[in-house]
Structures are given as C-alpha cells and as structure tokens.
C-alpha cells in the first residue's frame, strides 16, 4: 500500500497537466555531468496517463539489478522514449551545463511523438522547441522524470562498461568516469585518454604534467586504425625509450597503453 501511494503521488503533477489537456507530457532527465571522462546522456520518455511502473524511482536510490529491469520494461510501456547524449569534445568546448541541455534536446528530438510539456528535472531547461517546465527533485516527484533518470543512467553505465574494453588501465566498468581514488590513480600513471574531459579538474592537472612527446605518441596509440599503424607507434616508442627522450615513468604508460 505504502508503495502504490509513492507511485501515485508521483503522478501528481502529471495527471494535473492531463487534466488541462495535455496530452503527451515527456519527463527529461540525464546521467554523468560529474565525471571524468565519457559522454554526458539525457533521456526523454513519454509514459501513457496514469500509468504506474512497479518500483520506478529515481535511478540514483535503485539497485543495479532494479534498473537493468526497469531499463527493459520502460520502453513495454512507454509511448516514446527517445536518448541524447554530447560528448566528452563537446563538453570541453561547451562547458558541462550547455552540453547537458544538447543533450537533452537531442534526446527530445529522438521522441517519435511530440511532447505537449516537457518535465526537466533541476532547476533549469534546456530551452528545446517544446514549451517546458523545470521541477526541482523531479527524478523523485515525476514518474516520467523517473523513467528517464533510469534510461539515461542504464544507457551510459553500458557505455562506460564498453570503453572499458578499449581502454582496461582505467576502470571505466567499475566507476564509471567518475573520479575515485583507483581512478584518478591510474590517471596519474597513463595521462588521460581519448574520452576524458580535459576541461575537468583532475584531468587538467594530470594533462599539464605530461610532455609534449608523450601526447604525440599517446594520441597516436588511440587512432590507429589496423595492427600496422600500431605496431609502428610501438617502434617509434622503443626508438624514444632507447635514446631517453622521455622520462621512464611516461615510456611505461605509453607501453601499458600499447598493450
């Protein structure tokens, strides 16, 4: 009972915008404008009126195994769900605040159907071509806002787990980008990668201690495209390493990330 009555004063504020015959109402929400590296990921789902989800809530108080669950079953029961995201580039050249509401409107603009209101969560909106409304704690006052939190969350936690296979020295897959102690220790020992914000504390510091020689050879590693353009890199590193152009400690970095 007490679960049924949370889920239904989570429908309060949109069942008020039905009443006043707004049909499709669109909760808005995003998942990573903290960390280090990766992508910043927003989702905008549309849910049927009055439609409850059993054990939706904000993504931040559910367990792993809830929102892989509720990640499947969200889009059973939306009438849309659409997902944005701006990159790691795009939140350097931005600042994290505007590449979240790109975010957010591309998540909008992937809707198959046209909100009549959209339900930000926070105290700001990301200014789409929708009329909006921002509702601060909506992750815990919207059902719709909720779904969302959820869809984002899912969606950039398996994305973090995928980079985490191109890139093994950080961890992506246990932290997710964000900046924790095994992180940023591994930051300080290989220097940032492709998907790090360069624009972040942390990174910036790391970045600035690094020479200009192991940026070259670094980004070299990152955009080869075939085992021949790498093992070329490789050469070029152990000429480097022979000829001590390069501290011992950046060489081993850049051996760990040939590997």
């Given at each position: 009972a007490r679960e049924q009555a949370r889920l239904e004063q989570m429908l309060i504020?949109?069942?008020?915008?039905?009443?006043?015959?707004?049909?499709?109402?669109?909760?808005?929400d995003e998942a990573g404008r903290g960390p280090l590296a990766g992508p910043v990921v927003a989702a905008a789902v549309i849910l049927p009126?009055?439609?409850i989800i059993p054990g939706l809530n904000d993504s931040k108080v559910?367990?792993?195994?809830?929102?892989?669950?509720?990640?499947?079953?969200?889009?059973?029961?939306?009438?849309?769900?659409?997902?944005?995201?701006?990159?790691?580039?795009?939140?350097?050249?931005?600042?994290?605040?505007?590449?979240?509401?790109?975010?957010m409107r591309r998540a909008l603009d992937a809707l198959e159907i046209q909100p009549d209101r959209v339900l930000v969560d926070g105290n700001a909106v990301p200014e789409s071509k929708f009329p909006e409304q921002a509702v601060i704690g909506g992750d815990r006052a919207s059902l719709s806002i909720a779904a969302a939190s959820v869809i984002a969350k899912v969606t950039r936690d398996r994305?973090?787990?995928?980079?985490?296979?191109?890139?093994?020295?950080?961890?992506?897959?246990k932290h997710k980008g964000y900046g924790s102690a095994d992180h940023l220790a591994?930051?300080?020992?290989?220097?940032?990668?492709?998907?790090?914000?360069?624009?972040?504390?942390g990174v910036i510091e790391v970045?600035?201690?690094?020479?200009?020689?192991f940026e070259?050879?670094?980004?070299?590693?990152?955009?080869?495209?075939?085992?021949?353009?790498?093992?070329?890199?490789?050469?070029a590193i152990a000429s480097a390493s022979a000829s001590d152009q390069m501290d011992k400690d950046e060489i081993d970095a850049l051996r760990t990330l040939f590997r």
């Amino acid at each position: 009972a007490r679960e049924q009555a949370r889920l239904e004063q989570m429908l309060i504020l949109e069942n008020k915008l039905s009443e006043r015959g707004l049909e499709h109402i669109a909760g808005v929400d995003e998942a990573g404008r903290g960390p280090l590296a990766g992508p910043v990921v927003a989702a905008a789902v549309i849910l049927p009126p009055e439609t409850i989800i059993p054990g939706l809530n904000d993504s931040k108080v559910l367990s792993e195994q809830r929102r892989e669950t509720l990640f499947e079953t969200i889009p059973q029961v939306a009438l849309a769900v659409g997902v944005g995201e701006a990159s790691p580039q795009e939140i350097d050249q931005l600042n994290i605040r505007n590449a979240t509401h790109l975010a957010m409107r591309r998540a909008l603009d992937a809707l198959e159907i046209q909100p009549d209101r959209v339900l930000v969560d926070g105290n700001a909106v990301p200014e789409s071509k929708f009329p909006e409304q921002a509702v601060i704690g909506g992750d815990r006052a919207s059902l719709s806002i909720a779904a969302a939190s959820v869809i984002a969350k899912v969606t950039r936690d398996r994305q973090m787990i995928a980079y985490d296979e191109q890139y093994p020295v950080y961890g992506f897959a246990k932290h997710k980008g964000y900046g924790s102690a095994d992180h940023l220790a591994a930051l300080r020992k290989h220097g940032p990668c492709s998907i790090h914000r360069q624009s972040f504390g942390g990174v910036i510091e790391v970045a600035q201690k690094r020479s200009e020689d192991f940026e070259i050879y670094a980004e070299g590693i990152h955009s080869a495209k075939n085992l021949e353009q790498l093992e070329a890199i490789g050469t070029a590193i152990a000429s480097a390493s022979a000829s001590d152009q390069m501290d011992k400690d950046e060489i081993d970095a850049l051996r760990t990330l040939f590997r």
